[in-house]
């Protein structure tokens, strides 16, 4: 089921992970969880996308409070 209201998901690269955590001032240990068997992810593999275990996801939204483009990210876990 393709939901209409999900989130931008994207895999970053190691560099790309690196630089943006860097930016925001948080360590990849200490990043937030995500599971790989959740559904944004499973999409992104069904676009085939690869989604290992350890990979940072930035999730990209619009908020009411925060405006466009609010950036929040996630560490695959199994």
Sequence with gaps: MK?????AHEI?????A???LRLIG???ER???IKYEDAALAALRE????TKAGSVVRITRDSKSAGSG???Y???IL
């Design 70 to 72: 609010f950036r929040y």
């Design 26 to 28: 948080i360590s990849y």
């Design 31 to 33: 990043l937030p969880l």
């Design 12 to 16: 970053l690269s190691e560099t790309q």
């Design 3 to 7: 939901w209409n209201n999900t989130p």
């Design 74 to 76: 996630r560490k695959i």
């Design 47 to 50: 676009e085939g996308i690869e």
């Design 18 to 20: 690196s630089r943006e």
